[in-house]
């Protein structure tokens, strides 16, 4: 998994960026309607989350945690993909999707490219007292004390879904290779939890 980069901006346009990061230019998909296109030249860092499909590997890329916290929560509602996730984000800031949660309010999600009444509807009721474990700061997006294990567990138990493996496999090996001890970190976690796995596919 690759959790963050940091690198010369080499190119960007509406939704995306190229970083150079040790000889390589990396494509992020970033928020188009919430993140400023980009100066080549200039150094920038972003949390990532790496999604894995049969057909490609995409990075999503963030400039705050509380985005990348958010974004995790997002794509693990049924009927929300990475991209949906993404358009969420780009016309929502964290603290708005989360007073939206709290006030089961569905109307901001109608409003996104994509995002239908039903699943706008399903991501107020699938969120509900999940979001608060992010306790995001009401004056902003940074959060005040995120739960970047609960974050993580949603990443690469995403991570694993991609590679073929059904959403209950998933959080179940990702929570027993925790409880097991594994480092918290993307790769390492999803390593652990990979081992796990085909341990008992044998």
Same mark, same amino acid.
């Given at each position: 998994?690759?959790?963050?980069?940091?690198? #010369? %901006?080499?190119?960007?346009?509406?939704?995306?960026?190229?970083?150079?990061?040790?000889?390589?230019?990396?494509?992020?998909? %970033?928020?188009?309607?919430?993140?400023?296109?980009?100066?080549?030249?200039?150094?920038?860092?972003?949390?990532?989350?790496?999604?894995?499909? #049969?057909?490609?590997?995409?990075?999503?890329?963030?400039?705050?945690?509380?985005?990348?916290?958010?974004?995790?929560?997002?794509?693990?509602?049924?009927? %929300?993909?990475?991209?949906?996730?993404?358009?969420?984000?780009?016309?929502?800031?964290?603290?708005?999707?989360?007073?939206?949660?709290?006030?089961?309010?569905?109307?901001?999600?109608?409003?996104?490219?994509?995002?239908?009444?039903?699943?706008?509807?399903?991501?107020? %009721?699938?969120?509900?007292?999940?979001?608060?474990?992010?306790?995001?700061?009401?004056?902003?997006?940074?959060?005040?004390?995120?739960?970047?294990?609960?974050?993580?567990?949603?990443?690469?138990?995403?991570?694993?879904?991609?590679?073929?493996?059904?959403?209950?496999?998933?959080?179940?090996?990702?929570?027993?290779?925790?409880?097991?001890?594994?480092?918290?970190?993307?790769?390492?976690?999803?390593?652990?939890?990979?081992?796990?796995?085909?341990?008992?596919?044998?």
């Amino acid at each position: 998994m690759i959790a963050s980069l940091r690198g #010369e %901006v080499l190119a960007s346009g509406a939704g995306w960026v190229v970083l150079g990061v040790g000889g390589v230019g990396m494509r992020v998909e %970033v928020p188009s309607g919430r993140m400023a296109q980009r100066t080549p030249g200039e150094q920038l860092f972003l949390h990532t989350s790496l999604v894995v499909r #049969e057909d490609s590997l995409t990075l999503y890329g963030f400039e705050t945690e509380a985005e990348l916290a958010t974004f995790g929560f997002l794509i693990g509602v049924s009927g %929300v993909g990475p991209r949906s996730g993404l358009g969420v984000l780009s016309e929502l800031s964290p603290s708005e999707i989360v007073r939206a949660v709290t006030a089961e309010d569905d109307k901001p999600f109608r409003k996104v490219s994509g995002i239908g009444p039903k699943t706008a509807k399903l991501i107020t %009721v699938s969120l509900a007292g999940k979001l608060s474990a992010l306790a995001i700061a009401e004056a902003g997006d940074e959060p005040a004390a995120v739960a970047p294990d609960e974050a993580l567990t949603e990443a690469v138990t995403e991570g694993l879904q991609g590679l073929g493996w059904s959403e209950g496999e998933a959080r179940q090996a990702v929570l027993d290779a925790r409880d097991a001890g594994a480092e918290m970190t993307n790769a390492q976690l999803l390593r652990a939890a990979l081992t796990l796995l085909q341990r008992g596919r044998r």
